[in-house]
């Protein structure tokens, strides 16, 4: 019984680790993404990011795994959604080729997967999202960010050598 409670009580803490990991991630993405595009803000903002992805992520898969029958997919959905906000990160920090183009998809990437996750799991709360079919709430981040890549990669694409404003930390 007591291991069971243990269980139980690692399990409720892992989830709150994974809501507030999930929330600074919204915060510190959308902070980010219109920030100056330059050491400062933008940076500190993304190191922010990344650190509590990082928290999203493990946390997801604890979860994942303890629930296995029912949440699989969600371990899935972990490994890839993380995997784009670490290539997003090391684009810029190893200075990758074409990193710009990386990271910049890497992060968005990342951040319609936070988004989604979010509304999946909220979506019964939030007005005018709780009337959609639970089916578009899965599809309806990457519907408005994948174009939303392709405009911002447009845009700062060109800025990928070592000259660029937006400079390592």
């Known amino acids: 019984m007591f291991e069971l409670l243990a269980m139980f009580e690692l399990l409720e803490l892992t989830l709150w680790i994974h809501i507030l ?71 810029r920090k190893r200075g990758w080729r074409n990193w710009m183009g990386k990271h910049i998809g890497g992060m968005l990437g990342s951040y319609i997967g936070v988004v989604t996750g979010m509304l999946v799991v909220n979506h019964g709360d939030i007005p005018l999202v709780s009337d959609l079919p639970v089916l578009l709430v899965w599809f309806l981040p990457t519907i408005v960010g994948t174009p939303l890549i392709f405009m911002m990669g447009r845009k700062y694409g060109k800025r990928s050598g070592t000259n660029s404003n937006c400079t390592q930390q």
């Open 21 to 91: 990991s999930g929330t600074i991630c919204l915060l510190t993405g959308l902070a980010a993404a219109f920030a100056a595009k330059r050491k400062g803000l933008h940076t500190i903002t993304g190191e922010i990011y990344h650190a509590a992805y990082v928290g999203v992520f493990l946390s997801s898969v604890v979860m994942a795994i303890a629930n296995w029958s029912e949440s699989a997919y969600l371990f899935y959905i972990a490994i890839f959604s993380y995997g784009l906000a670490l290539i997003g990160y090391l684009a």
